[in-house]
């Protein structure tokens, strides 16, 4: 059984940074690729980022692109999310997910996931 699990909530103001982290355990995991996610309240869950299994791939949502850089540790079978200039409509519960074979933005398509960490940016 694959589990994954997040960490680096918390909280900051508009223009700061946080880095999130997710660290998978359990059966031998060499996901093909691994993204994350995040849902605002009253919204829907949508695509953050995706690094493929070499780290040499990667994609961004639009909202996010040039702020946040996702990387990956394999040796650690740990991906991060480091989010710079923080704004308030990034506040969101954001997951980690993980897939032995898709890469890509469909969260449909992603086998494994986290419970999700809270991330909140105040104006």
């Known amino acids: 059984q694959v589990q994954l699990a997040e960490s680096g909530t918390g909280w900051v103001q508009a223009g700061g940074f946080l880095r999130l982290s997710c660290a998978a355990s359990g059966r031998t995991f060499s996901p093909f690729a691994m993204g994350w996610f995040r849902q605002a309240p009253g919204k829907g869950r949508e695509f953050v980022a995706v690094i493929s299994r070499s780290g040499g791939s990667t994609y961004y949502a639009d909202s996010v692109k040039g702020r946040f850089t996702i990387s990956r540790d394999n040796a650690k079978n740990t991906v991060y999310l480091q989010m710079n200039s923080l704004k308030p409509e990034d506040t969101a519960v954001y997951y980690c997910?993980?897939?032995?074979?898709?890469?890509?933005?469909?969260?449909?398509?992603?086998?494994?996931w986290g419970q999700g960490t809270q991330v909140t940016v105040s104006s």
């Open positions: 997910a993980a897939s032995d074979s898709y890469y890509g933005t469909d969260e449909g398509s992603f086998e494994y």
